[in-house]
């Protein structure tokens, strides 16, 4: 055998990767929503979710299921202002 390698195990060149996209600030400001994502008025579980948690961490982390958070935020992200 050779000391050569052979060209099954020569490593192949990557592509070159993307360079990331660059935004403007001012323009993403302009056109992103203030308010949470909705479908058919009824607010995304994300959201609802992040809320609550927070409404949740706010209160001191209070033992129970945590409904009441759940349901503020929903109340509260449906009906903004």
Excluded: I
Aim: glycine share 8%; net charge positive.
């Amino acid at each position: 055998m050779s000391g050569k390698a052979s060209s099954h195990s020569a490593s192949r060149p990557q592509p070159a990767k993307a360079a990331p996209r660059q935004t403007n600030p001012a323009k993403a400001a302009d056109t992103t929503s203030l308010q949470p994502p909705t479908r058919n008025g009824v607010p995304d579980v994300e959201a609802v979710r992040a809320r609550a948690y927070a409404l949740w961490t706010h209160a001191g982390c209070p033992t129970g299921d945590g409904v009441e958070f759940w349901l503020r935020a929903e109340q509260e992200l449906s009906h903004p202002g």
